[in-house]
């Protein structure tokens, strides 16, 4: 690998780092909440189509992170 594409290859190994960290916390918050609840989870679509819609606004503040000049 040569130096000017390693910061590619570092940018998507922090990235990658972070959203694994990201998604196990919230997977034990969730399973935190429904054993607080003592109520087996359940996830209507609409509650997916939100997590969705606040995902893409998530990249996208990311993805204008690295346009600005």
């Known amino acids: 690998m040569n130096k000017p594409e390693a910061w590619k290859t570092k940018t998507l190994l922090i990235g990658a780092g972070v959203g694994l960290v990201i998604g196990v916390l919230a997977g034990l918050i969730f399973i935190q909440r429904a054993e607080m609840n003592e109520a087996h989870p359940?996830?209507?679509?609409?509650?997916?189509?939100?997590?969705?819609?606040?995902?893409?606004?998530v990249l996208r503040s990311i993805a204008d992170l690295g346009a600005k000049k």
């Open 42 to 57: 359940q996830i209507a679509a609409r509650d997916g189509v939100m997590v969705g819609i606040g995902v893409l606004g």
